[in-house]
């Protein structure tokens, strides 16, 4: 099956740990994303990467890292300097052709120990 | 900057009824806007996408219009069922810049058997 896998579903974060979300997608999909969403809210761009090797900061990338080193993956970390790291990750895809859409994992929920 | 804003925030309606839920959006000048499902705890799915050529798409019970010169959009359900409950995310691609979305902040709802 095709798709976007995230991992794990749940991750717990101990003060000043550094912590990495896995992203894994197989639909060959050059353009990958992660959002951040916290209650209530819509969801907010953290990093992109449209090609390997590649990748730019969105609204809020403050304390996260990335990297893409492979096309079907675009792992984030979670750093010490965020301070507030508390919420539903969200991981998408999405095909290098104009009006195409993004296709999103699973999630993953982030908590503070 | 774009911003993206959506009314109601949470609408709860009886099971039959159809129903409209609103999205707006500051700037006209972008790719295309596409409305999104989301259920509790879960990742997106893609509802229907409206290129700014455009100016509506329907999927079954679903039917999306776009007035990008009011810089409006609904998204109109007809013969609403409890598994339709959900929270509602639109999302708009602006014509400058890179190819990403900016969220609304959903309307969460619930249809009542």
């Known amino acids: 099956d095709g798709g976007i896998t995230q991992s794990p579903k749940y991750l717990f974060r101990k003060e000043g740990q550094n912590v990495t979300l896995s992203c894994e997608q197989n639909?060959?999909?050059?353009?990958m994303y992660w959002y951040r969403q916290d209650p209530g809210q819509g969801l907010r761009l953290i990093y992109y990467s449209q090609i390997v090797n590649d990748f730019q900061k969105g609204d809020i990338a403050e304390g996260y890292s990335v990297s893409r080193e492979k096309k079907e993956s675009f792992p984030l970390t979670v750093t010490s300097a965020q301070k507030n790291p508390t919420a539903f990750y969200l991981c998408?895809?999405?095909?290098?052709?104009?009006?195409?859409?993004?296709?999103f994992g699973p999630g993953t929920r982030l908590l503070v120990l | 900057k774009q911003e993206v804003t959506q009314i109601p925030a949470a609408l709860s309606v009886p099971e039959g009824e159809n129903l409209v839920l609103n999205c707006s959006f500051t700037d006209s000048a972008i790719y295309n806007l596409q409305w999104f499902r989301q259920d509790p705890g879960k990742g997106l799915t893609s509802l229907l996408l409206i290129q700014s050529s455009q100016r509506e798409q329907t999927s079954g019970r679903l039917n999306a219009s776009l007035d990008k010169s009011s810089g409006r959009s609904t998204l109109y359900i007809a013969a609403s069922q409890p598994g339709d409950s959900a929270t509602y995310l639109c999302?708009?691609?602006?014509?400058?810049?890179?190819?990403?979305?900016?969220f609304g902040t959903g309307t969460r709802l619930k249809v009542l058997a």
């Open positions: 999302a708009v691609v602006p014509l400058s810049g890179t190819y990403k979305y900016i």
């Open positions: 998408a895809s999405r095909a290098y052709v104009d009006q195409e859409t993004q296709y």
């Open positions: 639909l060959n999909h050059d353009a």
